[in-house]
């Protein structure tokens, strides 16, 4: 194997052990990059030849999606509006990774442009491809970080997740993805797409290198008023635990019309597994559930209407040339968002005009109450609840652009853990028959990313679902 | 047909607090363009928020000294409309639940107090500034983020005046608490108005238009003057009167209609989501009301009380809180019984001095002590009032002490009997038709005699003693 194959714990240990040189590392992962990436895209802003291994500070590098800032290194969210836009300070996440002697990857992560979609093809350097199958998607919104974990371009990487970026990409190619609780993780210098659901999260080879990449970047952060002041477990005390008596919820409304029989199959084999391993399984009740795609695109949308008002040419990134201030704040925005973005930018911006506040935005806040309601009443009995990731294995590369509505439900299963601000994690479980990974989803209460762990860690050593590599 | 106005104001009131209100940039206004400013004020793509607890604190002191309730759930919002100035193209204010509500102030106006209500006191950020040149735009954001207060009034205000006399009174007050430099001219209290005029005895609210860019109290009392004659002559005309935004034109001394669409504005208020809702603890409340310094009311009321001072007198001590200091400490070192003495020294001569010289009172520089022994002269009649006055001037110009001055001027009264004879024997003499209209009863006659006494004493003659003599000579004859 090579040294851009293994986790990053193997890696940690030899780099302890001295059995290799964090340069080395370095080597082998461009490499690797500079023979697949013209395939694969999984980063933004890549040039042939011009990986150079030289002057990385720390030991492991990191995979950092292209809406987190790094200070000095270009920080785009994959949109026109940001070109060249190279932030003078790190998000909380990168300053902590720098702290603990963690390197940050010099090529940023493929997007769709403001982490608006599901197949990262929303980005202004064109579209991530699934290494599983190079004519699909690797999903989104973090399919670059997804796609480079798989394709052993990365070690290990961060992405964030509004709706399900993390965990439906790491679903479609074949990795470990985890949503940490609202307020876990600081969201400062997480350039906004919705304020109240944005969480940054690891997207890793396996479960323990997820356990210790949320470790580090996760904590109170005094910059973060949304971030929360708890008691922070070292995860990697999950690991190897036994899973003996925990309840596991199973929520009907998951299992209906639209989800692939195929992948229905899998992860009733993966229940099954678990409850080998000493889980007990019983079907519970979610009964907002058919409200989270509604209203989500009204939060999200509202919220990001607003956060993306900045966007405006005055101060930094791109400018259109124009006579008067309104015609500038028009040509640029016209050009620099992409299509995506100005429909969602067009939807906030509805739901919260006076006269539809009321009908739109408040009644979704409302409706948000209750799905978190439902998590909240099955949580007094269970310890988690288990689900798809998605709906589907990996979409064809333009299945679904002409569809928004499509494009949307592909987070069906993902939306609700956002909305209600409860941790979740995506592990892989098994593939269909024509080879794409399929994710298994695993949820639980506010702050217990220790179960999530637990349960994804004993799952793992008792399959080999995470050891089969894509052919590239 | 008679018409009542109404007028409603809308204060903003920068808070100087040492930083920013949601970041950690020190406040200072004397710095270059865009020195005072950080990624958060900025707007910069991923950074948030976190609110400043001194401007919490100062919100609070300002709604409690208005007798706001003040809300215990609070939240930000954000009001979302595109100007250069404004960096995230949103500001953090307040909306649906402001920080406080419901509270009032009491203005003096017409020699009547007059209770006005408060609607709202909220929290916001400021914007930047805008520079303008031929060929160029420029914005500075150093002011971008000062943490703002926004003080609204109830419609309660009726006259040009009464506005003009609330904002004397809030200056006032905010003066006392120490929180904002409430100076119009150099932006750190904004006030625009909201006016329109209803038929006498009407209960429904006319048409409003709201008037900005007035820099001074006076310019928004000229500006209220100019708007009542205005809407009067629509009014009386039958014309229809439209909601509008009117900016104020000092030099021109006319309100001018901005002819923008107004009633599209729609700022798409929704809580910020960066900023949890917050409650505001009874305890914290109840802290700072317990550390609020003595306001001009109670302080007048005291004065009134200990000093003796009549409403008016006490009124004008406090209606300057420096001013009300120096009086305060002048009027307990004087060690005279009738502190109505001192007070009047002070809302008189010294006052009229001070605000000639458009200073306040402790500015004048004047030395308690001497100010204290030139009053002494004054009560056992050894100079007239009308010397003790010229004496105050000097002191202030040349910072002598005032026995000095009147030492070298010769100021001194007389008072010796036997030399003020001489001189009345001689006026008595030159003035035979004003000592037969004295005999004869008029009594103007004395005054005119004492009057030419004084001449000729060069003013130096103790008027009284001058009027007794006179009165003793031509009734004993």
């Known amino acids: 194997m090579e040294l851009n194959q293994l986790t990053a714990h193997e890696l940690l240990d030899k780099l302890r052990s001295k059995q290799v040189a964090s340069g080395q590392i370095l080597d082998s992962l461009y490499a690797r990059i500079e023979a697949v990436e013209p395939k694969v895209k999984a980063y933004a802003r890549f040039k042939p030849g011009n990986t150079q291994a030289n002057g990385l500070a720390g030991l492991l590098p990191v995979t950092v999606k292209d809406n987190i800032c790094t200070e000095g290194l270009n920080t785009e969210c994959c949109s026109k509006i940001l070109c060249g836009f190279r932030p003078p300070y790190d998000a909380t996440v990168i300053s902590k990774l720098k702290k603990s002697g963690n390197a940050i990857f010099p090529l940023k992560a493929n997007m769709d442009e403001f982490a608006f979609g599901s197949s990262t093809e929303n980005s202004s350097f064109g579209p991530t491809h699934n290494p599983w199958n190079l004519e699909c998607v690797p999903g989104g919104s973090s399919g670059g970080s997804a796609a480079a974990v798989a394709s052993d371009e990365a070690i290990w990487a961060l992405g964030s997740d509004t709706g399900g970026s993390i965990r439906q990409p790491a679903s479609f190619c074949g990795v470990v993805g985890l949503k940490p609780t609202y307020g876990r993780v600081s969201r400062f210098g997480l350039i906004a797409f919705a304020s109240s659901l944005d969480q940054i999260g690891p997207i890793t080879k396996d479960v323990e290198d997820a356990a210790i990449l949320a470790r580090i970047i996760s904590g109170y952060d005094p910059n973060d008023s949304t971030s929360v002041n708890q008691d922070l477990p070292d995860y990697t005390d999950s690991l190897g635990k036994d899973i003996k008596g925990v309840k596991i919820g199973i929520p009907k409304e998951y299992f209906i019309e639209g989800l692939d029989p195929e992948v229905k199959l899998v992860i009733e084999e993966a229940i099954k597994k678990l409850e080998s391993l000493g889980a007990v399984s019983k079907q519970v009740s979610l009964p907002h559930t058919q409200y989270a795609v509604p209203v989500y695109y009204i939060v999200a949308t509202a919220e990001a209407s607003s956060n993306l008002a900045r966007f405006d040419g005055v101060q930094y990134g791109y400018r259109a040339k124009s006579d008067s201030l309104i015609q500038m704040y028009k040509k640029t925005r016209a050009e620099g968002f992409g299509e995506e973005a100005k429909r969602r930018i067009i939807l906030g911006t509805f739901a919260l005009s006076h006269g539809y506040y009321d009908a739109y935005y408040l009644r979704a806040l409302k409706v948000r109450t209750l799905i978190k309601n439902d998590f909240d009443a099955v949580f007094k009995d269970f310890d988690c609840i288990i689900t798809p990731t998605s709906p589907t294995p990996a979409f064809k590369i333009g299945e679904k652009t002409a569809d928004p509505l499509q494009m949307y439900l592909s987070d069906i299963y993902t939306i609700s853990v956002n909305l209600a601000g409860i941790p979740a994690i995506s592990i892989p479980c098994g593939f269909s028959k024509s080879g794409l990974p399929i994710g298994l989803q695993i949820m639980a209460k506010p702050f217990n990313e220790g179960m999530l762990f637990r349960l994804a860690h004993a799952f793992e050593q008792s399959t080999q679902w995470h050891k089969v590599k894509p052919r590239l | ?115 006005i209500g408060i609607t709202r006191v909220h929290l916001e950020e400021d914007a930047g500034k805008l520079i303008h040149e031929s060929n160029a735009s420029m914005v500075d954001f150093n002011r971008a983020g000062v943490p703002l207060l926004e003080i609204v009034s109830e419609p309660d205000l009726n006259s040009p005046q009464e506005a003009f006399d609330y904002l004397t009174s809030l200056k006032n007050i905010i003066e006392y608490l120490d929180v904002s430099d409430c100076d119009m001219e150099k932006g750190s209290l904004r006030c625009d108005a909201n006016i329109s005029l209803r038929p006498e005895g009407s209960k429904e609210l006319g048409v409003k238009a709201e008037l900005k860019n007035m820099n001074s109290f006076k310019g928004v009392k000229d500006a209220l003057v100019f708007e009542v004659d205005r809407q009067a002559a629509l009014l009386e005309a039958g014309q229809a009167m439209v909601q509008e935004t009117r900016l104020w034109d000092a030099e021109n001394g006319e309100t001018v209609s901005m002819r923008n669409k107004e009633g599209a504005k729609d700022y798409r208020y929704f809580p910020d989501p960066d900023l949890t809702v917050f409650i505001i603890e009874q305890t914290m409340v109840s802290r700072i009301k317990s550390q609020l310094p003595e306001l001009p009311h109670d302080k007048m009321r005291r004065f009134m009380r200990d000093y003796g001072l009549s409403e008016y007198d006490a009124k004008i001590l406090v209606s300057s809180k420096k001013n009300a200091q120096f009086a305060e400490e002048c009027i307990r070192k004087y060690p005279g019984k009738d502190k109505k003495n001192m007070a009047n020294w002070l809302i008189g001569p010294m006052l009229s001095e001070a605000n000639s010289r458009k200073v306040e009172l402790h500015e004048l520089n004047v030395n308690m002590e001497d100010l204290i022994s030139l009053i002494g002269f004054v009560e056992n009649q050894s100079i007239s009032h009308l010397s003790a006055k010229l004496v105050l001037t000097q002191m202030i110009d040349s910072q002598k002490p005032a026995e000095l001055i009147i030492r070298e001027n010769n100021m001194l009264q007389i008072s010796d009997t036997a030399e003020l004879e001489q001189v009345i024997s001689g006026v008595i003499r030159e003035n035979e038709k004003s000592v037969t209209s004295f005999r004869a009863g008029k009594t103007n006659a004395l005054m005119f005699l004492v009057g030419q006494v004084m001449k000729k004493s060069a003013g130096k003659a103790n008027p009284k003693i001058v009027g007794e003599l006179i009165k003793r000579r031509l009734t004993d004859a």
Not at chain 2, 8 to 20: A, C, D, F, P, Y
Not at chain 2, 63 to 83: G, M, P, V, W
Not at chain 2, 84 to 110: A, C, E, T, V, W
């Open chain 2, 1 to 115: 047909m008679r018409y009542q106005t109404v007028i409603g104001l809308e204060v903003h009131l920068q808070l100087k607090t040492k930083t920013k209100a949601f970041c950690g940039c020190a406040i200072d206004f004397g710095k270059t363009p865009n020195s005072g400013v950080c990624p958060v004020c900025l707007g910069f793509p991923g950074t948030l928020p976190v609110y400043n607890k001194e401007a919490l604190n100062s919100a609070i002191k300002v709604a409690l000294a208005f007798s706001c309730q003040i809300q215990e759930h609070t939240k930000f919002d954000r009001k979302n409309y595109f100007y250069p100035d404004l960096p995230k193209n949103y500001q953090i204010s307040q909306f649906d639940l402001p920080l406080s509500r419901h509270g009032y102030l009491d203005i003096f106006s017409d020699n009547k107090t007059k209770r």
